[in-house]
Nanobody, 120 residues
Framework: VQLQASGGGVVQAGGSLRLSCAASGSIFSINVMGWYRRVPGNQRQLVATLTNSGNTNYVDSVKGRFTVSRDNAKNTVNLQMNSLKPEDTAVYYC???????????????WGQGTLVTVSS
């Protein structure tokens, strides 16, 4: 399974960016898709995830500003980021937990990371 992320860049504080990620390969189902981020020197942090049943999970610091969405037919996940703050600056990683067959054990995959820089 490959995850191809896009949409990072540089934006001023208060601005918006949209990240997209497409999963491809041998996929029977995707249990969870979402986004994590890492600031240099820190651990990777969950930003937002969305299950195939529609349940979302957000880190408190982005609630009300970020929205995660999925297109299950296209195996894509998006992250709409509004009211960006300098502390949102990080490398953002797409994440997917997939099953190759109905009976398979779910496996976690990561995208290559896309840099989001928010200037003050």
């Amino acid at each position: 399974v490959q995850l191809q992320a896009s949409g990072g860049g540089v934006v001023q504080a208060g601005g918006s960016l949209r990240l997209s990620c497409a999963a491809s390969g041998s996929i029977f189902s995707i249990n969870v898709m979402g986004w994590y981020r890492r600031v240099p020197g820190n651990q990777r942090q969950l930003v937002a995830t969305l299950t195939n049943s529609g349940n979302t999970n957000y880190v408190d610091s982005v609630k009300g500003r970020f929205t995660v969405s999925r297109d299950n037919a296209k195996n894509t996940v998006n992250l709409q980021m509004n009211s960006l703050k300098p502390e949102d600056t990080a490398v953002y990683y797409c994440n997917a937990v997939t099953k190759r067959y109905a009976w398979s054990t779910p496996t976690t995959y990561w995208g290559q990371g896309t840099l989001v820089t928010v200037s003050s």
